[in-house]
């Protein structure tokens, strides 16, 4: 096999498989590099006991926490990473969010881009993962130049009561925008069947928009574009001058091989990214590739995440759960007047995600009947950068300090969340409780990861520059969530997508 290419892309899920659909029209001949495999279709797919007991489908090594713990990070290698098990909630970060906000836990900084910079990579980036939406109802919406590309997902009818008693109540809920194949004009035509397995599980008939399905395969086939899977770079081998990338060190298989490219382009997630500049020092990068402004692997962030189930005595039979959103507390309310967060349905809740968490809670006939009667809401807070909260490689252990930060608005969101459901009766009183089940969401729960690799103009402060390409390497780019200042209180993956068409943008114009 030649083991020289225009172009090397290393990880194929959000951000790797978006760079690999803008950059497959270059013509330059394009390697890819996954060091999972494609993911199996199997009734497994759809086992809430196979996805939520035992976690199939998260194959990620050891971890250590900050205290020397072990533990089992929740991701995933394959080939469209994360978005293989992603919830396909597709969010723009608001206007503010790229701007300088002060929250009570501190300041979240300013980006060196704008909005209206991301703007028509937003665009784009939402009709390569077909998301389906409703402008103007979301009071924190950014503008956008066009229209969502398919019509929103409609409410099953509890979520419609519950949408029509929000809005008498004077809130403001939205369609939650979402990036599935689904066509409810015509169910006939339509390859997602809104099924109770989405969020969280693999979708076994391939309705998902996922990286797998939206980028890499359509990108296969072409005569220029190779894909190796089972094939976990290793290491960034540098020149004799340190200034760019002069091999990719690869185990194909468990076999070591070398491959060379003019552009390196990096998308193996926040975590592993960092890791792998980590385990790539050499004499000119001695604290790992492009470090000089000590920044790798540090502000790590991956919000604040709750899941809360109100209880209710009445049913709840909603099948695809996951079609509203709520809004009006993310930047503070009239009682607090910093950012809260944002809160989104999740997919429904059964028996065996509920005994996911509690195995000992209830026999499962009990835990049938609670989750027969809960409306799930996931809760957002974001996470402010913090140079401690770091991915650090010590005598080859990975680990991942993380301290939480700005608690108190994520506090706040939860009790101002469980007051509107109380208000919106969606909670009744039992026995003179409400009665929630939920958890917040723990280390392991990375799925939000971002911000290990900061980009900026100024490379003292900063690993990235504003092309996402490293200060200090010409040839050697990154287009995971490690590129984020701050995260906001949305989920990742749309910006991840948007950012990673950008680059994609630019490397072509800088090789043509
Ligand atoms: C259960 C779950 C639900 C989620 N729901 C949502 C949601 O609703 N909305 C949303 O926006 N986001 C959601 N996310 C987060 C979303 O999946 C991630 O933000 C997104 O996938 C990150 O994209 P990425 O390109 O940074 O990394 P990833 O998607 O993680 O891709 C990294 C890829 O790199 C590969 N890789 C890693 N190291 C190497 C190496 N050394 N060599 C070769 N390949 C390598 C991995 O195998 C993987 O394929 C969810 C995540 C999870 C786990
Ligand atoms: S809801 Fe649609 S996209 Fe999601 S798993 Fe079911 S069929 Fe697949």
């Not at 999972?36 to 993911?39: A, E, L, N, S």
């Not at 392991?444 to 690799?453: D, E, K, L």
């Given at each position: 096999m030649n083991h020289k290419f225009d172009i090397i892309i290393i990880g194929t899920g959000a951000g790797g498989g978006a760079v690999l659909d803008t950059l497959k029209h270059s013509g330059k001949r394009i390697l890819v590099l996954e060091r999972?495999?494609?993911?199996l279709r199997e009734?497994?797919?759809?086992d809430a006991v196979e996805v939520f007991?035992?976690?199939?489908?998260?194959?990620a090594e050891d971890f250590y926490d900050d205290k020397g713990e072990k533990f089992q990070p929740e991701m995933g290698y394959w080939v469209g990473g994360n978005t293989k098990v992603y919830g396909a909630a597709m969010f723009r970060l608001r206007e503010q969010d790229f701007k300088r906000t002060q929250h009570s836990g501190g300041v979240s900084p300013e980006w060196p881009l704008t909005y209206a910079d991301f703007e028509p990579y937003y665009t784009k980036a939402e009709k390569l993962f077909n998301v389906h939406g409703q402008r103007g109802?979301?009071?924190?919406e950014p503008y956008m130049?066009?229209?969502?590309?398919n019509p929103p997902i409609s409410h099953e009818p509890v979520i419609q009561d519950l949408y029509e008693r929000m809005k008498a109540l004077g809130y403001q809920p939205s369609y939650l925008p979402m990036g599935l194949r689904l066509n409810e004009a015509n169910r006939l035509n339509?390859?997602?069947?809104?099924?109770?397995?989405?969020d969280g599980f693999p979708c076994l008939i391939h309705a998902k928009a996922d990286a797998d399905i939206n980028c890499v395969r359509p990108a296969m086939?072409?005569?220029q574009v190779t894909l190796l899977t089972n094939?976990?770079?290793?290491r960034l081998i540098t020149s004799a001058s340190g200034n760019e990338i002069k091999s990719v060190e690869v185990e194909v298989n468990g076999v070591k091989q070398e491959f060379s490219a003019d552009v390196v382009v990096v998308a193996c997630g926040a975590i592993n990214s960092s890791l792998l500049f980590l385990q790539s020092a050499?004499?000119?990068?001695?604290?790992?590739?492009?470090?000089q402004s000590d920044?790798?692997?540090?502000?790590?962030m991956k919000h604040q995440n709750a899941a809360i189930m109100a209880l209710s005595r009445h049913e709840n039979p909603t099948v695809f759960q996951k079609t509203m959103a709520v809004a009006d507390f993310y930047f503070g309310d009239k009682e607090y007047e910093y950012p809260m967060g944002h809160v989104q349905l999740m997919g429904k809740s059964n028996k065996h995600m509920l005994a996911a968490d509690a195995?000992?809670?209830?026999p499962g006939f009990v835990l049938e009947e609670i989750a027969g009667h809960t409306i799930d809401w996931w809760l957002t807070s974001e996470d402010l950068p913090d140079p401690n909260n770091r991915i650090e490689l010590k005598k080859g252990k990975k680990i991942i300090n993380y301290t939480p930060n700005n608690e108190e608005a994520f506090q706040r969101l939860q009790s101002r969340w469980k007051a509107v459901l109380q208000e919106c009766e969606v909670c009744d009183t039992i026995l003179d409780h409400q009665f929630y089940l939920g958890k917040t969401i723990p280390l392991?729960?990375?799925?939000?990861?971002?911000?290990?690799?900061r980009f900026g103009p100024d490379p003292k402060t900063s690993v990235l520059d504003l092309n996402c390409k490293t200060h200090e390497i010409d040839n050697l780019y990154v287009v995971d969530g490690?590129?984020?200042v701050s995260c906001g209180a949305v989920n990742p993956s749309l910006t991840i997508i948007a950012n990673a068409i950008r680059v994609g943008e630019h490397i072509i114009d800088r090789m043509s």
């Open positions: 999972g495999t494609f993911m009734k497994e797919n759809w007991q035992k976690g199939r489908y998260h194959n109802l979301d009071p924190t130049s066009e229209d969502y590309p339509s390859e997602c069947i809104r099924c109770d397995t989405c086939g072409r005569a094939a976990q770079a290793t050499n004499d000119k990068h001695p604290n790992g590739l492009a470090n920044q790798l692997g540090r502000n790590f195995p000992k809670l209830a392991a729960g990375v799925a939000h990861q971002n911000g290990t690799m490690s590129f984020f």
